[in-house]
């Protein structure tokens, strides 16, 4: 695995893959790999001849400095990880790579309102933030093919509706989201658990599950009260349970009028704060 720090030296490199004809996977992420992150390289390969990884801990979407300052940092291990799974290249910009000084970076479209509930409610700005860095990332790598995950539903919706409003050359690929075996949704905040929250956290799978079994008996505001009412009763602090469609992300009141809904749910475990989704409907085409 080839690993480049600077956007002159990745972009000569790519040119050079696209002057052979080759087609290139991109997945971008903020490093502390796991076997999610892995599964996307994965998928990616399977997509194209070149896979690129991405790891770039983005400062423009963390909203609470706090968070930005804990968040893992493991590049070696990182990098291991990678080289196992035959990932061809890592870039590994500075900030100053990224976000140069004379460079306008920020994306302004109007998103028709996907930013506004949710991780937006909770988290003002961290959309933002994102669409930034996944415009630039993508500017810079023009893959034929971007991986992302599930796990982050409003996240790849929002980039999908950027894509599509954009007109951007890439073809959006979304990766279902890999759990440890009691349902937890992995991710690189999990390792800062406490024993004792890593304990409990698989509560919010469960309750993703119950949101399934119990949309066609029970109405919608009970089942998101229900979930709620149980996170708090297991030690979490729930942000949000939410049942929307799966398209507009606003609240749905009557399931027969949805096609695809999706229940998404964000709950700090102590000072970690996880989030994970599961779709309950999804028509087939
Ligand atoms: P992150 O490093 O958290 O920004 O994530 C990078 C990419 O990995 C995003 O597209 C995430 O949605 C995806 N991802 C994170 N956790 C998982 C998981 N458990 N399963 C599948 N994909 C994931």
């Known amino acids: 695995m080839q690993t480049i720090n600077t956007v002159l030296e990745l972009q000569q490199t790519i040119l050079n893959l696209k002057k052979q004809g080759k087609k290139i996977s991109f997945i971008p992420t903020m490093g502390a790999l796991h076997k999610g992150h892995t599964s996307l390289i994965k998928i990616g390969k399977k997509h194209a001849d070149i896979t690129i990884?991405?790891?770039?801990?983005?400062?423009?979407?963390?909203?609470?400095?706090?968070d930005l300052k804990k968040y893992p940092r493991m590049l070696d291990n990182d990098k291991l990880l990678l080289e196992k799974k035959s990932c061809d290249i890592l870039f590994t910009p500075s900030i100053e790579e990224i976000y140069p000084k004379n460079l306008e970076t920020k994306v302004n479209i109007d998103l028709?309102?996907?930013?506004?509930?949710?991780?937006?409610?909770?988290?003002?700005?961290?959309?933002?933030?994102m669409m930034q860095v996944v415009k630039r990332l993508l500017d810079i790598v023009m893959p034929d093919y971007l991986i992302m995950g599930q796990k982050d539903f409003q996240q790849f919706t929002i980039v999908a509706y950027m894509i599509k409003v954009l007109k951007i050359p890439v073809e959006l690929i979304v990766a279902p989201t890999l759990r440890e075996k009691d349902g937890l949704a992995m991710s690189s905040r999990n390792m800062?658990?406490?024993?004792?929250?890593?304990?409990?956290?698989?509560?919010i799978y469960q309750e993703l599950v119950k949101a399934k079994e119990d949309l066609k008996t029970k109405k919608i505001?009970?089942?998101?009260?229900?979930?709620?009412?149980?996170?708090?009763?297991?030690?979490?602090?729930?942000?949000?349970?939410?049942?929307?469609?799966?398209?507009?992300?606003k609240p749905i009141e009557d399931i027969n009028n949805h096609s695809y809904i999706v229940a998404c749910v964000a709950a700090w475990a102590e000072d970690v704060r996880l989030i994970d989704n599961m779709i309950l409907k999804k028509a087939k085409k």
Do not use: V
Request: charged share 25%; with cysteine.
């Open 53 to 66: 990884a991405s790891i770039f801990i983005n400062p423009t979407q963390f909203n609470n400095p706090d």
């Open 221 to 249: 505001g009970k089942i998101c009260e229900n979930g709620l009412k149980s996170f708090s009763k297991h030690g979490l602090k729930p942000e949000y349970f939410r049942i929307c469609d799966g398209f507009t992300l």
């Open 192 to 203: 800062r658990l406490s024993p004792k929250m890593r304990a409990i956290s698989p509560i």
């Open 112 to 129: 028709n309102e996907l930013e506004k509930p949710m991780e937006g409610e909770f988290r003002p700005g961290h959309f933002e933030g």
